[in-house]
């Protein structure tokens, strides 16, 4: 019998949704998401997730050798199925549209369970501030490969700046 890849207590099934602050890295932290094309398809296959209803992204920053997600899992799904989902489609993809052959991930990942309010709003300022602490740009809005770009853009179609 194969044992499980994290610690896990035998039993502790959620009974509800349960939000995660998750960040993972490319191989060897090789900048791999620098493109538009990777980092574009990674957010691609992020609302692709969100729009089959397999789980809520919040927020995220895709970063050139990491990315940092904020979502909810239904209690359906374990936190490692959610990051095995994006991993794994991603994967697929930059090889299958954009001709990638080698490896893109590091394996594992790690996660926060956001259990309050508070938290919730310090990883929300943490995912937008990477960019900005990186040096890419002054403010996360900027960033076009960041949740807050696009709501910067949805706020200013709608004009509400």
Same mark, same amino acid.
């Given at each position: +019998?194969? %044992?499980? *890849? ?5 039993? !502790? ?15 060897? /932290? /090789? $900048? ?5 094309? +990777? !980092? ?22 895709? +970063?050139? @050798? ?9 209690? %359906? +799904? ?15 993809? $930059? ?12 394996? =594992?990942? *790690? ?19 990477? #960019?900005?602490? !990186? =040096?890419?740009?002054?403010? $996360?809005?900027?960033? #076009? ?6 709501? /910067? ?5 709608? =004009? @509400?700046?």
């Amino acid at each position: +019998m194969a %044992r499980p *890849s994290r610690k896990s207590i035998s039993g !502790a099934v959620p009974s509800g949704p349960i939000t995660y602050f998750v960040s993972t890295a490319t191989a060897g /932290r /090789r $900048a791999l998401l620098q493109s538009e094309a +990777m !980092a574009s398809l990674f957010i691609d296959v992020l609302r692709s997730y969100t729009a089959q209803g397999e789980f809520k992204v919040h927020e995220f920053v895709v +970063m050139r @050798n990491h990315v940092h997600v904020l979502l909810t899992v239904p209690a %359906r +799904m374990t936190i490692e199925k959610a990051i095995q989902l994006i991993k794994g489609k991603f994967s697929f993809r $930059a090889k299958k549209d954009l001709g990638f052959e080698w490896e893109i991930w590091q394996k =594992g990942f *790690s996660d926060v369970r956001i259990t309050s309010r508070e938290s919730y709003v310090r990883h929300v300022e943490y995912i937008y501030e990477n #960019p900005v602490k !990186a =040096g890419y740009v002054r403010s $996360a809005g900027e960033y #076009p490969y960041c949740s807050a770009y696009f709501r /910067r853009l949805k706020q200013t179609k709608t =004009g @509400n700046s």
